[in-house]
């Protein structure tokens, strides 16, 4: 096998130089965001950047946001690509919006009351589920016979109503035979995805580990035909490379493993951009700003690598018990909608809209309605002038099978083209936006907002020259009329105001990493609102407050140079701004390294007067007399697992470490084996 060069996270800073182009093998790395698909083509060895792309996102359909971004890195020679590694918000998006599929979820010896008691069932992430007898004790005893009768007569009974099954045993990582006997009972009744609990996590904590395996059975068709789409593409394309995905702690996986564990790329694409300014900007220690068009992600890079949260990553309300990145996510980024509150208080997202600037720059009829209200008298503008609704694509309402009257008139209308709600409204004959009810066609992704964002005010001082910025100026000129705003000072004080919330977000995500820190999600009380505010602005005349991070400040996204600057300045930290800086997250799903966990759970069983040392992992289960044979089995047996997963994950020549872990009564021995993915040539392909 050959040996290949190590990843230089400073290499991604430094040019080629080689001559040696001819020679160069390729590698495509995608990320699909909420707002932007972005797209890089890389020389693997030198690590130079060839060509990037960024395109808006395709909501409706990702996998043809992918193709955009591969033309647009016009790729010679597809047979140089050696590999594409791809992040994606699918995951956490599709649980956000909606579109994860139903799921069935059979709790195997779980105490209904208990549950119930504690509220917990809205912790399961689906409303189909259902409580039967078995299970095992701590020791991994069976704690009754597993009811196979009735697992089977519920299967029958929902089987039509849920797309996937989904099976947690209580205490399956310490036995997982009921999970393995019910999964056979399914297989005899349907055909639908099976996913068991213990196969994601050896957590004991039963509920994370059964929405955890809710989750992700909930996410198993729509990642499948996500990966089909991609996969297509790239044969389109002609490229024919070993497609990985990028996990939520930023190492990655063949997208086969994706399509059976979909849960395991939740916050997939913060942790690409966390890997990615780590590769071109070669601090091993510091902070990751991701400025996006959604939110703006944080992350913290100690020695080289990632930091992980022990929590498990959370998707909305739902907890899992799925490792990822450590990742603070603010609610505010470019496209956040601008909004004014009581007294015409700026109010900045938490949702996210399509900038004014841009949809007047795609239709000439939102450019020449906003700026028609140049020539209408002020006293008669409303906020409903400058907010539009429109459509991604046409939608037939038969076909969608909607029936309501009031939202057929509306589709019908937006099939036109956008529209203010002013005109909508007028359309429709009713007073209020409240009248239409709406909220179901917002829901479904059917309908987007436009209105007044950041990108326009960026436009407004000339820090963006993308799109229409005579309109974003109408916009502001309006909203400032209406709500008695100084227009001079408007834009200046609204992006200082986004500046103070990227800090906060900062600085309570910073204070937090310290182990044993008890702090609150955000500062509270008038003295701490008190402090921070002074260290950001400075006003006090009798007293000075300074907050300055320990760590330089990396800035990715398009607008890190704007807005994570000025963090950056605030803290009183270096600010680096990596060479492809916009296009970072893009790199970073494909500079992470491959990744293998495995685990053994040690743990004693006693029968009476004798007594045993059980080793499980994961389906495989071996007794012996003596803990210390049983200790050197069990970290054997996990090391030669990793090393054996990570090489068929195609890494090359992986390094395994392995360690012991105390958890109460039982011992986890973790086998980690990294190594850097091999090229499409080293597969045999």
């Given at each position: 096998?050959?040996?290949?060069?190590?990843?230089?996270?400073?290499?991604?800073?430094?040019?080629?130089?080689?001559?040696?182009?001819?020679?160069?093998?390729?590698?495509?790395?995608?990320?699909?965001?909420?707002?932007?698909?972005?797209?890089?083509?890389?020389?693997?060895?030198?690590?130079?950047?060839?060509?990037?792309?960024?395109?808006?996102?395709?909501?409706?359909?990702?996998?043809?946001?992918?193709?955009?971004v591969?033309?647009?890195?016009?790729?010679?020679?597809?047979?140089?690509?050696?590999?594409?590694?791809?992040?994606?918000?699918?995951?956490?998006?599709?649980?956000?919006?909606?579109?994860?599929?139903?799921?069935?979820?059979?709790?195997?010896?779980?105490?209904?009351?208990?549950?119930?008691?504690?509220?917990?069932?809205?912790?399961?992430?689906?409303?189909?589920?259902?409580?039967?007898?078995?299970?095992?004790?701590?020791?991994?005893?069976?704690?009754?016979?597993?009811?196979?009768?009735?697992?089977?007569?519920?299967?029958e009974?929902?089987?039509?109503?849920?797309?996937?099954?989904?099976?947690?045993?209580?205490?399956?990582?310490?036995?997982?035979?009921?999970?393995?006997?019910?999964?056979?009972?399914?297989?005899?009744?349907?055909?639908?995805?099976?996913?068991?609990?213990?196969?994601?996590?050896?957590?004991?904590?039963?509920?994370?580990?059964?929405?955890?395996?809710?989750?992700?059975?909930?996410?198993?068709?729509?990642?499948?035909?996500?990966?089909e789409?991609?996969?297509?593409?790239?044969?389109?394309?002609e490229?024919?490379?070993?497609?990985?995905?990028?996990?939520?702690?930023?190492?990655?996986?063949?997208?086969?493993e994706?399509?059976?564990?979909?849960?395991?790329?939740?916050?997939?694409?913060?942790?690409?951009?966390?890997?990615?300014?780590?590769?071109?900007?070669?601090?091993?220690?510091?902070?990751?700003?991701d400025?996006?068009?959604?939110?703006?992600?944080?992350?913290?890079?100690?020695?080289?690598?990632?930091?992980?949260?022990?929590?498990?990553?959370?998707?909305?309300?739902?907890?899992?018990?799925?490792?990822?990145?450590?990742?603070?996510?603010?609610?505010?980024?470019?496209?956040?909608?601008?909004?004014?509150?009581?007294?015409?208080?700026?109010?900045?997202?938490?949702?996210?809209?399509?900038?004014?600037?841009?949809?007047?720059?795609?239709?000439?009829?939102?450019?020449?309605?906003?700026?028609?209200?140049?020539?209408?008298?002020?006293?008669?503008?409303?906020?409903?002038?400058?907010?539009?609704?429109?459509?991604?694509?046409?939608?037939?309402?038969?076909?969608?099978?909607?029936?309501?009257?009031?939202?057929?008139?509306?589709?019908?209308?937006?099939?036109q083209?956008?529209?203010?709600?002013?005109?909508?409204?007028?359309?429709?004959?009713?007073?209020?936006?409240?009248?239409?009810?709406?909220?179901?066609?917002?829901?479904?992704?059917?309908?987007?907002?436009?209105?007044?964002?950041?990108?326009?005010?960026?436009?407004?001082?000339?820090?963006?020259?993308?799109?229409?910025?005579?309109?974003?100026?109408?916009?502001?000129?309006?909203?400032?009329?209406?709500?008695?705003?100084?227009?001079?000072?408007?834009?200046?004080?609204?992006?200082?105001?986004?500046?103070?919330?990227?800090?906060?977000?900062?600085?309570?995500?910073?204070?937090?990493?310290?182990?044993?820190?008890?702090?609150?999600?955000?500062?509270?009380?008038?003295?701490?609102?008190?402090?921070?505010?002074?260290?950001?602005?400075?006003?006090?005349?009798?007293?000075?407050?300074?907050?300055?991070?320990?760590?330089p400040?990396?800035?990715?996204?398009?607008?890190?140079?704007?807005?994570?600057?000025?963090?950056?300045?605030?803290?009183?930290?270096?600010?680096?701004l990596?060479?492809?800086?916009?296009?970072?997250?893009?790199?970073?799903?494909?500079a992470?390294?491959?990744?293998?966990?495995?685990?053994?759970?040690?743990?004693?069983?006693?029968?009476?007067?004798?007594?045993?040392?059980?080793v499980?992992?994961?389906?495989?289960?071996?007794?012996?007399?003596?803990y210390?044979?049983?200790?050197?089995?069990?970290?054997?047996?996990?090391?030669?697992?990793?090393?054996?997963?990570?090489e068929g994950?195609?890494?090359?020549?992986?390094?395994?470490?392995?360690?012991?872990?105390?958890?109460?009564?039982?011992?986890?021995?973790?086998?980690?084996?990294?190594?850097n993915?091999?090229?499409?040539?080293?597969?045999?392909?």
């Amino acid at each position: 096998m050959k040996t290949q060069q190590p990843f230089d996270p400073g290499a991604g800073r430094r040019g080629l130089g080689s001559g040696k182009e001819k020679q160069a093998n390729y590698v495509v790395g995608i990320d699909t965001g909420g707002t932007y698909t972005d797209g890089v083509l890389m020389d693997y060895r030198s690590r130079e950047v060839l060509a990037s792309g960024k395109t808006l996102t395709t909501r409706e359909d990702l996998a043809s946001g992918v193709v955009s971004v591969l033309k647009m890195l016009k790729i010679k020679d597809p047979s140089r690509v050696k590999l594409v590694g791809i992040s994606s918000t699918l995951a956490t998006n599709s649980v956000a919006e909606g579109k994860a599929r139903d799921v069935g979820l059979i709790l195997i010896g779980y105490d209904r009351e208990l549950v119930a008691s504690f509220g917990l069932e809205e912790k399961l992430s689906t409303p189909y589920f259902e409580f039967f007898a078995g299970g095992h004790s701590s020791q991994g005893e069976e704690q009754a016979p597993v009811d196979l009768d009735g697992i089977r007569a519920w299967v029958e009974e929902n089987k039509d109503n849920v797309d996937a099954f989904a099976i947690s045993s209580y205490f399956s990582p310490l036995n997982p035979s009921h999970e393995e006997s019910a999964f056979q009972v399914i297989r005899d009744v349907c055909d639908h995805p099976v996913v068991l609990g213990h196969q994601l996590s050896t957590q004991l904590d039963s509920v994370k580990r059964a929405a955890t395996a809710s989750l992700n059975a909930s996410l198993v068709a729509v990642m499948h035909e996500f990966i089909e789409a991609v996969k297509a593409s790239l044969k389109n394309q002609e490229i024919h490379a070993p497609l990985m995905i990028v996990k939520g702690d930023g190492s990655l996986m063949p997208y086969t493993e994706a399509m059976e564990k979909p849960v395991e790329t939740v916050l997939s694409g913060p942790a690409a951009s966390a890997i990615g300014g780590l590769f071109f900007s070669g601090h091993s220690n510091a902070l990751m700003i991701d400025v996006g068009g959604t939110t703006t992600d944080m992350a913290l890079i100690e020695q080289g690598q990632v930091t992980v949260s022990d929590a498990g990553a959370r998707v909305g309300e739902i907890e899992t018990a799925v490792k990822a990145a450590r990742i603070r996510t603010a609610c505010v980024g470019c496209d956040s909608r601008i909004s004014f509150g009581q007294g015409g208080r700026v109010e900045i997202g938490p949702d996210r809209v399509v900038p004014l600037c841009r949809l007047a720059s795609r239709y000439s009829r939102v450019r020449e309605a906003v700026m028609g209200l140049k020539v209408k008298d002020s006293i008669h503008w409303k906020i409903s002038d400058i907010e539009f609704w429109f459509l991604h694509k046409s939608a037939d309402p038969e076909e969608l099978g909607i029936s309501e009257h009031r939202h057929i008139q509306l589709l019908n209308l937006l099939n036109q083209g956008p529209a203010s709600i002013t005109a909508i409204l007028e359309a429709l004959g009713v007073h209020h936006r409240v009248q239409i009810k709406a909220d179901p066609l917002f829901r479904q992704g059917l309908i987007e907002q436009a209105t007044l964002t950041p990108t326009d005010l960026l436009h407004i001082n000339g820090q963006m020259d993308t799109w229409d910025r005579d309109v974003a100026r109408q916009t502001m000129v309006c909203a400032c009329d209406m709500f008695s705003r100084d227009p001079k000072t408007f834009v200046s004080q609204t992006l200082d105001q986004i500046i103070s919330m990227m800090v906060e977000e900062a600085v309570v995500f910073l204070a937090g990493q310290e182990k044993g820190a008890d702090l609150p999600d955000m500062v509270d009380g008038h003295w701490g609102r008190w402090f921070l505010e002074e260290s950001i602005r400075g006003k006090n005349a009798h007293l000075s407050v300074n907050i300055s991070s320990r760590f330089p400040v990396i800035g990715i996204g398009a607008p890190a140079g704007i807005f994570v600057k000025r963090v950056a300045e605030t803290l009183k930290a270096p600010f680096v701004l990596p060479a492809h800086a916009h296009v970072a997250n893009a790199a970073g799903a494909v500079a992470g390294s491959v990744v293998a966990e495995k685990e053994a759970i040690l743990y004693a069983q006693e029968a009476g007067d004798s007594h045993c040392f059980i080793v499980q992992i994961g389906d495989w289960r071996m007794s012996f007399n003596e803990y210390e044979e049983a200790l050197s089995h069990a970290r054997k047996k996990v090391g030669k697992m990793a090393r054996e997963v990570a090489e068929g994950a195609g890494a090359n020549d992986p390094q395994v470490k392995v360690r012991a872990v105390t958890e109460g009564a039982l011992e986890r021995i973790q086998a980690r084996a990294v190594g850097n993915p091999r090229l499409s040539e080293e597969f045999g392909e």
